[in-house]
């Protein structure tokens, strides 16, 4: 991937328009969403849809594993340094968003990190839970015979119960985004689909994204980790 180009000034409206998110990023983010989907859905269809459900948990898990490696060597904006902060800076970013002083950011705001952070989290304990798992009947996960039954219904549960909290987790994001658009009008959607946001900050902001190759790099080895783990 080339590195991104200048910032396209509009020179009436003083605004640049600035890449934010590079392309695997956007692939992430969208197929993440796919492979959640399918899981809950396949999970809940149960029967033959369950061999299904299995495939989109190895892959979802693939995609975490890359989203975590790409945490560290991504682009600037995708790094968990550039985005998890301590509480205070979370609070004082939670008062602008009610006393009139919010500012976007080019990147993730504070509260936007932790509930990435919180996502991701979640998402590899479903996974995770998932390997170990059984339904009792005819699926259990890759990893099943190395625990007792005890275990893995143990874990099972867990499996179970942690689909609500995700459920949970992904619904705030989405008010979010909503109250974003409608009350800040800032768009978070469009960037993420782009790439692009638009910018009024200063010009010196603009982003040297990551070259894909490091990106299929990363996503090489996040497959076959988890090929290596399952089969």
């Known amino acids: 991937m080339p590195k991104s180009k200048p910032a396209q000034v509009d020179q009436s409206r003083n605004t640049a328009k600035i890449k934010i998110w590079d392309l695997p990023t956007r692939i992430f983010h969208w197929a993440l969403v796919a492979f959640v989907v399918t899981s809950f859905v396949t999970g809940q269809l149960g029967g033959n849809a369950m061999q299904y459900h299995l495939w989109s948990g190895y892959t979802i898990l693939a995609l975490l594993l890359f989203r975590l490696i790409w945490g560290f060597v991504g682009s600037p904006t995708i790094r968990f340094a ?11 970013y939670a008062r602008t968003l009610i006393n009139g002083d919010y500012a976007p950011h080019l990147g993730h ?7 990435i952070v919180a996502m991701l989290a979640a998402l590899l304990l479903q996974v995770g839970t998932g390997l170990f798992a059984t339904d009792d009947i005819a699926t259990q996960g890759p990893l099943y015979p190395l625990v007792s039954d005890h275990t893995s219904n143990w874990l099972s549960g867990i499996h179970v119960f942690n689909q609500g909290v995700i459920i949970a987790l992904v619904t ?7 109250f974003y658009l409608l009350f800040k009008r800032d768009n978070l959607i469009t960037p993420m689909i782009t790439g692009t946001k638009p910018w009024k900050g200063p010009l010196d902001a603009q982003i040297e994204l990551r070259s894909g190759w490091v990106a299929v790099i990363v996503a090489a080895v996040s497959i076959a980790a988890v090929y290596l783990l399952v089969r």
């Open 172 to 178: 705030l994001p989405l008010l979010a985004v909503l």
């Open 109 to 115: 705001n504070p509260l936007g990190g932790w509930s």
């Open 82 to 92: 550039s985005f998890v902060r301590g509480p205070a800076t979370v609070l004082r």
